[in-house]
């Protein structure tokens, strides 16, 4: 990590060490001054005391002090011995030495605090007194705040999460509040002074190790402004809670001002829908008995599908690592179209393992010369047809193989990179995620950004098609957590929606170490750069961005991401092999099923096939001539 850069000049207080200097200089003359007028006060109260006492002092020939003297009060009270002088002479000595030195101190702490309320802030008006940010009904929880650079906060750290960059963003400083005196920064005087005290600078900002040196425990909040509504934040000293509480002026419907603020769930859209819902036990749809089928017939076989399985990731995994797909045969055109690329680039497709539902998907895959493994008793009842949009029942239904294809490698100890079936690659990406060099290697899960920043996908936007999973008992714990609500994933109409809250509570609960890049990134691009960001696309398709995929997410069904490809020029899957079995296509082609891949020279182009369809989507070459699927359109050339 490259060192960040310290605090600068321009930003300390050197008002403030030229205050203190001169203080220290007009202390030691105070404490001289004091110190002279004790002493003179001390020896006239002793003599005017003697004398008031004895009228003259010749009269008091057998006493060799003044009984009401201040040393003879000091000895204790007017009947002290003549043999006792010497004594005497010593403890009123002393006495008078404490005395001085404790009227010295009171001073002195008078004298600071003088200069403290007199100190005027730095650039406004001398009569302008400095006060404590937090006042002291607040510190238990809040002593002091700094600003960081919101890039550099996150370079420093990595906390994971996706981070939009913050310069000229209105997002671009960081706050840390203090909670405790000692946990503020030492290095810096002159900062530390400034974090606790207003000096007409506004918050102090510095570097977050400077910031975070005395920080033995840190906090770490994200928080945002959906739909720039009139949001609020409050942060009260209490019993501590990882959990934030949403409060909305809803009565479930939209936002009304008129109404009180209510505890809403933190899936609560400003316009008044909510994302997360709890599941019903009844109803049309059943989902939680539905689930309750799943799960058991998963139980009752999960040790022997371990145990079929074992061999073949022996077989399979490299560098202790697999890379999973799974499709079923309304969706395996896809499937072929990543098969056949990855040949044609060169790509070893030795560590992949597909899970098919069906077996006519089974024997593609298999003809394409790729290993799988078919887990009949929980994919068998799983549809074949593809999904027509998002959500819809045969969407929902594979999200159930999804999460099966995930646990079953991760229960054995291997690490999984999942990927969906409409994804090609540029690069092997699982040299990216055992790049020693990367400083990847702590996290336990790491995702491609999916694009959208709504609220049912706070706060990650991990992209559920396509992430890399280290083997541990976090990652093997979070996963089968995923299993156990299905019912949710039923209910929401989404895998990705709720591994995104496991992901955000297994963080917090469990040290769960979650990486999503962010979503400008070039190494992992998607639906979101191909629908939202032109300029990258033109890059691509010039061949000058150093992605590792492409991934056609955000595209309603499989007969939209054909075409994007197409005319994107990754499509390598001949039409004679689409919407085909695999004997279908033998038989056609009068080739015998007994090679090793025999379906790759019939279906796989050696060059990919291209062609115009919307003039408005990004294309390897320019179709100006062709329709806009959006409306208005423009041409992407």
């Known amino acids: 990590m490259s060192s960040l850069p310290l605090r600068s000049a321009r930003s300390r207080l050197p008002h403030q060490s030229d205050r203190r200097a001169l203080g220290s200089v007009q202390s030691q003359h105070i404490v001289l001054l004091v110190k002279i007028t004790f002493v003179s006060l001390i020896c006239g109260s002793s003599y005017l005391a003697g004398s008031l006492w004895g009228r003259h002092s010749l009269e008091l020939h057998n006493v060799h002090v003044a009984p009401m003297s201040v040393g003879s009060l000091f000895r204790g009270g007017v009947g002290g011995e003549a043999g006792d002088t010497s004594e005497g002479d010593i403890q009123c000595e002393e006495a008078r030495e404490k005395f001085i030195e404790l009227k010295v101190k009171e001073e002195l702490e008078r004298h600071r605090e003088k200069l403290q309320s007199t100190d005027s802030i730095a650039g406004a008006s001398d009569n302008l007194a400095e006060t404590k940010r937090f006042p002291i009904t607040m510190e238990r929880f809040a002593n002091g705040m700094a600003r960081v650079k919101k890039d550099d906060l996150d370079e420093f750290f990595d906390f994971g999460n996706p981070m939009e960059k913050g310069a000229g963003t209105g997002e671009e400083d960081a706050i840390i509040i203090y909670h405790n005196k000692k946990s503020l920064p030492t290095s810096d005087e002159a ?19 400077t910031a975070t040196e005395n ?57 008044g829908k909510s994302n997360f819902y709890a599941p019903p036990a009844d109803g049309k749809f059943l989902p939680v008995k539905k689930h309750w089928k799943m799960l058991l017939t998963f139980l009752q076989n999960v040790d022997s599908v371990l145990e079929d399985l074992k061999p073949i990731l022996e077989k399979v995994a490299r560098n202790n690592a697999v890379v999973v797909l799974t499709c079923n045969q309304g969706q395996s055109a896809l499937l072929m179209n990543f098969a056949c690329s990855a040949r044609r680039r060169g790509f070893d497709l030795g560590n992949i393992l597909v899970f098919p539902s069906d077996l006519e998907t089974k024997e593609l895959a298999e003809g394409l010369g790729l290993q799988t493994y078919y887990d009949e008793k929980n994919m068998g009842p799983l549809p074949s047809g593809e999904a027509r949009r998002y959500g819809d029942k045969n969407f929902k239904a594979m999200m159930y193989a999804k999460v099966l294809c995930v646990l079953y490698p991760l229960l054995l100890n291997y690490d999984v990179l999942f990927q969906d079936v409409d994804i090609v690659w540029y690069r092997d990406p699982m040299t990216f995620f055992h790049d020693k060099t990367a400083n990847i290697s702590h996290f336990d899960v ?35 957590s995923l299993l156990y609500h299905s019912d949710l994933i039923i209910t929401w109409d989404s895998h990705q929606q709720v591994l995104v809250q496991l992901l955000a509570e297994h963080s917090s609960l469990f040290g769960l170490n979650v990486k999503v890049f962010n979503r400008d990134t070039e190494m992992f691009p998607g639906g979101y750069h191909y629908h939202r960001r032109k300029d990258f696309m033109k890059k691509l398709m010039k061949g000058e961005m150093n992605s590792y995929i492409f991934h056609i997410s955000w595209t309603e069904n499989k007969d939209n991401k054909l075409l994007f490809l197409r005319q994107m020029g990754e499509w390598y899957v001949t039409d004679q092999c689409i919407s085909k079995t695999a004997g279908e296509i033998l038989t056609a082609q009068g080739i015998p099923n ?5 379906l790759v020279q019939p279906c796989c182009a050696a060059e990919p096939i291209f062609s115009c369809h919307y003039k408005d989507k990004p294309s390897k070459l320019p179709c100006k001539d062709s329709e806009s699927i959006d409306r208005n359109g423009r041409s992407f050339w």
């Open 594 to 598: 007994d090679g090793d891949s025999p």
């Open 446 to 480: 790491l995702f491609q950004h999916d694009g959208s920043n709504s609220v049912r996908y706070a706060p990650y936007s991990a992209n559920s098609g396509f992430y890399y999973v280290r083997a541990n008992k976090r990652s093997q714990y979070l996963f089968t």
């Open 191 to 209: 900062l530390a002074h400034s974090a606790q005290y207003n000096d007409g600078k506004g918050i102090p900002i510095t570097d977050p190790q």
């Open 215 to 271: 920080c033995d425990a840190m906090n770490v909040v994200f928080t945002g402004n959906p739909e720039s509504s009139r949001q609020c934040t409050a942060l009260i000293g209490n019993y501590e809670s990882y959990h934030i509480q949403r409060w909305m002026r809803t009565n479930g419907g939209k936002l009304d001002s008129n109404l009180p603020l209510t505890h809403v769930s933190r899936g609560m859209a400003p316009r």
